[in-house]
């Protein structure tokens, strides 16, 4: 279902970038006196203008809705570790320790003084 919603999204944003790259900007007029007028009649004399318009606001609908769907889905995935898979470390055997004699404290100052004749 992630894989799917993400594909249908890099298209439609490829979609979306390659629609507003083909819309005329308001300075238009320049363009028109090199021939670029003549192209815009398939549409008729506004309908370009509103078509692509159209398109643009229906392309970023959908942008905004896969992106919402892609956040919602990214947020509930499955808590599933790797670790939690992995089986407990074996210890390793060692030797069983050696009972040691009791580290006395070292004597203070004063009771050192007081031993010395």
Do not use: C
Request: charged share 10%; no cysteine; hydrophobic share 50%.
């Amino acid at each position: 279902m992630s894989s799917f919603m993400i594909i249908i999204h890099i298209i439609v944003a490829v979609a979306l970038v390659l629609i507003v790259l083909l819309q005329t900007g308001k300075g238009a007029d320049m363009g028109a006196a090199f021939g670029g007028g003549s192209s815009q009649t398939m549409f008729g004399a506004s309908g370009a203008s509103t078509f692509m318009s159209r398109l643009t606001t229906i392309a970023a609908i959908i942008f905004m809705l896969t992106s919402l769907g892609l956040a919602y889905l990214s947020s509930h995935r499955g808590t599933k570790s790797v670790m939690s898979e992995m089986p407990a470390p074996m210890t390793q055997q060692t030797e069983p320790a050696r009972a040691e004699a009791p580290v006395q404290p070292a004597a203070k100052k004063a009771d050192v003084a007081k031993e010395t004749p």
